[in-house]
């Protein structure tokens, strides 16, 4: 995810990301990102994706399963939801 570190077009024409990085969200921002996507955690989540055939080489598809936040370096991310 810290990869690819996806993100999304939002209807004020702005884009929101999944990765977070270490600093993650608290509860306003987190609030702010569903009011941003006009929908609830359970609306949103898992996002599932897939790129056009030929415009990647890399990740072509896979599901978001909510925002990351990398808490250590030794430990995989976490999800927020």
């Known amino acids: 995810m810290g990869t690819w570190q996806p993100h999304v077009f939002v209807d004020d024409g702005g884009t929101l990301g999944f990765w977070t990085g270490m600093a993650g969200l608290d509860a306003m921002e987190l609030a702010a990102a ?5 929908r609830t955690s ?18 072509a ?21």
Do not use: M, N
């Open 34 to 38: 569903y009011a941003s996507l006009g």
């Open 42 to 59: 359970a609306a949103v989540f898992p996002a599932r994706f897939r790129a056009r055939s030929g415009l990647t080489q890399s990740v």
């Open 61 to 81: 598809e896979g599901q978001i399963l909510g925002f990351y936040q990398l808490k250590s370096f030794t430990e995989p991310p976490i999800v927020i939801r």
